[in-house]
């Protein structure tokens, strides 16, 4: 039975995860820069706020205060929707997240489901900056980016779909709860689930070494040349926020979640949400580019047969 | 089959090598300097701009005809006694390369380069000095030269 | 703009004209390629010079020797010295000069300083084009901020140096500065390491170099290629082996070469002439003699009539000065062999048949600079 007390928690929550959403995007940025700088013997921004961390707001602002350039023949509603296509299904994604030990929007019961289901709505927003682009090169870079996130979808999914046969349920509440004795990643077969999982995962938020529609040294621009302004902040805002959730849901399925001793839930979740934060950032720092078609060839020839085979070996070792 | 997996073995461990040389850097000591609140000092044989001291000059014309680009210009005056006062020493720093061959050529050290690096102007006029006024470049001396 | 079409069996397709302009990232300077597209793949590609053209040969027609040295700084900015190096000893070789044993073995300590510089930056700059967004650049210019740092200790300036002169330096190698080099050489042995274990291992930087533009042998004779370039594709040749200047014959050091000839081959090569000249520069500062390193030459220098030519091994190949000279304080005719002209005309064969992003590591492993090509 709901009750009047439990709506309002529920909204209450909801409210509380999306204010962490906007803090954590800001400081998503400053703690890119961060490591980028420190990996590179430099500072870093260090003037706008204590070391930099009003960096992102003074960028805000910057970027507020463009000229909005709209492209002649731009296929209008397509071309401005495609930002909000970015942003919106990564914050939907938050709703099942457990955050704590009772610290969650709504725990469906289907909830690694509705994630998967979400976060493949980040694929239209590609494929409609380009088309409503009207720019030949935003074009074609945007088909490579579209064609890039639908073939990492694929290991993604056998990799989450190999810790549920483990787990024995979809909610993610409930994912936490089956590693109450051990995580998930002391298994052997779901450590390398895990290993594909985060190498899809940087694939499919578009990091390096993944990232070719982001590459300024490629012919073609990428798929968000014709933005400016806040809505080229808003695709950035989207890959922030995609790359926090992967975190989180690597997390969720494979650290345990929220559990560990004598801290409060919260604190653990937001620390092994960060290492793995840290992890694709210090991964992005380090490596250079794959090219398209080895990026394709990657993912189809050695990703997914990787992944089938440990799926397999997965469901033998649980026969036993 | 075994070659599939001994690549990508080897592969890994080399994506690793490169994780570990960028790791330990994070720790190592930072390079940089916060400018401006923090500046380099010049070297002592830092080529500045070009600077004279009048009392020295001997009005040999040595510098104005080793200059590569030919941004110096002199004229002088001759009194009733033969001596030679210097009328005019106009520097055009636009022209200048800073290659300090004038410094180099000049028999009593009195054109010299010194050590301003932070030169900034709004408009061209600025560019042409006249070496003979001593407060030629007040508004660029600013600069803490240890 | 001419456009093909060719038809497969089921689908007709159409090159089209991109223009990879004059201001790009990747092209290493203003270059203007423009190349004919077939989808992914560049079927051809015309190179179109001459945006830094500065007429410094023409300028050298109205200069005296020594006022030119400046000039000569600004055609190869990330190697400087070599350039002076290679100007000075043209002219010296025309007035049939000696110079002191001092001033070659300073010649030699800085000259080996710059090349070292030089292969950080191309080092530095291909890893950036392949997307290795920024690290190596970074571990690059910071080990090339302490050669630089010697060289502003040295005299006086970080990028043109204006240091040789006819008959020898213009200022002595102070007993602090030989010890901040020794103490580099030191340094520096341990991060070549780093850059080994940071790229050349590195399984996504090999995947994106081996194989990629492979220049066979003959073609890269035929083109008159030179430099790492022509060592990558396993011919041994090195001017400071094979025509000694400065005294290099008594300094020992290997000739680095690799048999493939792609671009890893090429980058590698880089990366191990660095060692090499970590050792010879080792070599010239233990045997440094004493003595005066210029020599005294005339405030005017007028060479006989005739014409001397004169090839140096700078970091991007041979760099040649021919000097004709008429009997007065200019020269009649000064012409410069940059090796950057002959490395980049054999681009368009490198590249035919390979797609865009190949195009930009093959650039980046030829290690171009435009000050050069344009003169």
Same mark, same amino acid.
């Given at each position: 039975m709901v009750t009047l007390l439990d709506v309002i928690i529920r909204v209450l929550v909801g409210i509380a995860v999306l204010g962490f959403l906007a803090g954590s995007a800001m400081f998503l940025i400053w703690l890119e820069r961060k490591v980028s700088a420190h990996i590179q013997n430099r500072y870093g921004p260090m003037r706008v706020g204590w070391h930099g961390v009003l960096q992102a707001v003074a960028d805000a602002v910057k970027l507020l205060l463009k000229e909005n350039i709209v492209p002649r023949e731009a296929d209008k509603l397509v071309w401005w929707l495609a930002p909000f296509f970015a942003v919106v299904p990564s914050v939907m994604a938050f709703a099942?997240?457990?955050?704590?030990?009772?610290?969650?929007?709504?725990?469906?019961?289907?909830?690694?489901?509705?994630?998967?289901?979400v976060t493949s709505i980040c694929v239209l927003s590609v494929f409609m900056a380009g088309w409503g682009s009207n720019n030949k090169y935003a074009m074609l870079s945007a088909m490579r980016s579209a064609a890039q996130i639908i073939s990492y979808e694929i290991?993604?999914?056998?990799?989450?779909?190999?810790?549920?046969?483990?787990?024995?349920?979809?909610?993610?509440?409930? !994912?936490? $709860?089956?590693?109450?004795?051990?995580?998930?990643? *002391?298994?052997? +077969?779901?450590a390398l689930a895990? @290993?594909?999982?985060? !190498?899809? $995962?940087?694939?499919?938020?578009?990091?390096?070494? *993944?990232?070719? +529609?982001?590459?300024?040294?490629? @012919?073609?621009a990428g798929f968000h040349t014709e933005y400016s302004g806040m809505k080229f902040a808003m695709f950035f805002i989207g890959e922030y926020t995609n790359v926090f959730i992967v975190s989180a849901i690597a997390t969720t399925l494979f650290l345990g979640g929220w559990q560990g001793p004598l801290l409060p839930s919260p604190i653990w979740f937001l620390a092994k949400t960060y290492t793995l934060v840290f992890v694709l950032m210090w991964v992005r720092w380090t490596f250079p580019r794959v090219r398209i078609d080895q990026l394709m060839g990657f993912a189809w020839k050695v990703l997914t047969p990787i992944a089938l085979a440990n799926l397999?070996?997965?469901?033998?070792?649980?026969?036993? | 089959m075994i070659r599939y997996f001994s690549n990508l073995g080897r592969g890994f461990v080399s994506l690793i090598k490169g994780l570990v040389v960028t790791f330990k850097n994070i720790f190592s000591p930072i390079i940089t300097l916060q400018y401006p609140k923090e500046k380099q000092a010049m070297t002592a044989r830092y080529r500045g701009l070009v600077d004279l001291r009048p009392d020295r000059c001997i009005i040999c014309y040595q510098c104005v005809r080793i200059c590569p680009t030919g941004c110096l210009a002199i004229s002088h005056k001759v009194q009733e006694d033969k001596k030679r006062t210097l009328e005019r020493f106009d520097y055009t720093m636009e022209l200048c390369c800073f290659c300090g061959l004038c410094e180099q050529v000049c028999p009593k050290s009195a054109i010299y380069m010194n050590k301003l690096y932070e030169v900034t102007a709004y408009s061209r006029d600025k560019l042409h000095i006249d070496l003979l006024n001593p407060d030629k470049y007040a508004e660029w001396s600013n600069i803490v030269v240890k | 703009m001419s456009e093909t079409v060719k038809e497969s069996k089921h689908l007709a397709t159409e090159d089209f004209l991109v223009n990879m302009g004059p201001q790009h990232p990747s092209t290493h300077g203003v270059l203007y390629l423009e190349l004919q597209i077939d989808g992914e793949v560049v079927v051809d590609c015309t190179v179109h010079l001459g945006y830094l053209h500065r007429s410094m040969e023409k300028i050298a027609e109205s200069r005296t020797y020594t006022q030119f040295i400046p000039f000569t700084d600004r055609l190869d900015y990330i190697a400087s010295m070599n350039n002076n190096l290679a100007y000075v000893l043209a002219v010296e070789k025309l007035l049939n000069m000696e110079v002191p044993e001092r001033a070659k073995y300073i010649r030699i300590i800085i000259a080996e300083l710059g090349r070292i510089g030089s292969h950080l930056l191309g080092i530095g700059t291909f890893a950036q084009d392949l997307g290795?967004?920024?690290?190596?650049?970074?571990?690059?210019?910071?080990?090339?901020?302490?050669?630089?740092?010697?060289?502003?200790?040295?005299?006086?300036?970080?990028?043109?140096?204006?240091?040789?002169?006819?008959?020898?330096?213009?200022?002595?190698?102070?007993?602090e500065l030989v010890d901040k080099t020794r103490k580099f050489v030191q340094y520096m042995r341990h991060k070549v390491?780093?850059?080994?274990?940071?790229?050349?291992?590195?399984?996504?930087?090999?995947?994106?170099?081996?194989?990629?533009?492979?220049?066979?042998?003959?073609?890269?004779?035929?083109?008159?290629?030179?430099?790492?370039?022509?060592?990558?594709?396993?011919?041994?040749?090195?001017?400071?082996?094979?025509?000694?200047?400065?005294?290099?014959?008594?300094?020992?050091?290997?000739?680095?070469?690799?048999?493939?000839?792609?671009?890893?081959d090429r980058y590698k090569v880089r990366l191990d002439e660095i060692r090499q000249s970590l050792r010879i520069i080792e070599q010239a500062v233990d045997g440094l003699p004493e003595g005066d390193p210029t020599v005294k030459v005339g405030r005017v220098i007028k060479p006989a009539v005739g014409e001397a030519y004169m090839r140096a091994e700078s970091p991007r190949g041979e760099l040649g000065f021919y000097i004709v000279s008429d009997g007065s304080t200019n020269p009649y005719r000064l012409k410069i062999r940059s090796p950057s002209f002959s490395n980049l005309a054999v681009l368009p064969e490198l590249v035919r048949g390979l797609k865009v992003a190949d195009l930009v590591c093959i650039l980046g492993s030829l290690d171009i600079i435009m000050g050069e090509i344009d003169r």
């Open positions: 099942v997240v457990p955050f704590g030990k009772h610290i969650i929007v709504q725990d469906l019961n289907i909830g690694i489901l509705y994630i998967t289901a290991p993604l999914t056998i990799a989450v779909v190999t810790v549920l046969m483990f787990a024995n349920t979809l909610s993610m509440q409930g !994912i936490v $709860a089956s590693q109450a004795h051990r995580w998930f990643i *002391f298994h052997p +077969s779901l895990f @290993l594909i999982y985060m !190498i899809s $995962a940087t694939a499919e938020v578009n990091r390096t070494p *993944f990232d070719i +529609s982001e590459a300024e040294s490629e @012919l073609v397999a070996i997965a469901g033998l070792l649980l026969l036993k | - | 290795a967004f920024a690290t190596p650049l970074f571990y690059g210019f910071r080990d090339r901020e302490q050669i630089v740092e010697i060289f502003d200790e040295l005299c006086g300036n970080r990028l043109t140096y204006n240091y040789m002169r006819i008959g020898g330096v213009q200022f002595d190698l102070t007993k390491d780093d850059y080994e274990w940071l790229l050349s291992g590195n399984a996504i930087f090999l995947a994106r170099t081996k194989g990629i533009g492979v220049m066979p042998k003959e073609q890269a004779i035929s083109y008159a290629v030179t430099g790492p370039n022509l060592r990558g594709s396993g011919v041994k040749w090195d001017l400071r082996k094979d025509e000694p200047y400065l005294g290099y014959e008594k300094f020992q050091f290997d000739v680095c070469t690799r048999e493939n000839g792609d671009s890893w």
